[in-house]
């Protein structure tokens, strides 16, 4: 049967002239059925976001049309790192196994912006430019999910502990990285009692870092290295529009 996409935003003086600050944000797939389980969901994760109490909140169901495409998900490993330091050495030195040069790694580490963007931010591999023009919007990857049950099949097999946040992220992950144009993903939560983040790619899958920032940072990250942007729109309407559904 037919899917709705539901999608969820939340933030803090949402009326502020630079957008206000991001609280959460959340995507799904749903059947008609279960709709109301699933902007239920979303209306949980809103509320129970340790970024702050939002002053706007925003859930949307918008059927899908267009056909849905099946992926595996990306292989998962994690590194235990010590130290922050330690995480960000890792995740340059990933980064270089996935083709990003040194120089556009450091280029990209110095345009992490200060203020928090929603989306992803997108940076061009041969110049290390910022190429999405979103400010502090930046592209945010829709339609998408992955099917408890499966999930959970999955999770169990490899003994992969069931984590929420680890699951959306392996979505937007597999999604981002089965994109031709994409060379690497780049990650880390905005939420200051998650300091987990990844780098993944098609190649290396999805290596989770076990620090990359210190408890109480609400500085997130999403960094995607794109190639051969020839065409930035149809790449942008691929992340925005194209439903794809993760199954193993
Ligand atoms: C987020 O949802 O805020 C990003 C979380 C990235 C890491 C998830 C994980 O693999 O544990």
Redesign the pocket.
Known sequence: SRLYSVRMRASENESHENGGKHISGGELLSTYSDLRISVNTLLEKALNHSRGKPDFLQIQCEIVNQPIKIVNPLT?H?NEVTTVEEGHELVRNLLEKTGVPKAIIEKAYQQIPEYSVRGAILIDIHTGERVDQRLDKGVRVSKMDWQTRNFKKWATSKAVPY?P??K???I?ATKVCNHKSTIAEL?????PD?I???VASKNIG?Q?ITQLKHYGNES?C?IFFVDTLSDLHTYISYLEEQPILVQW
């Open positions: 998962v994690t984590n946040r680890l959306e992220a392996l937007l990650c880390w939560s905005d939420d998650y987990t983040g990844y999805y989770r997130g999403r």
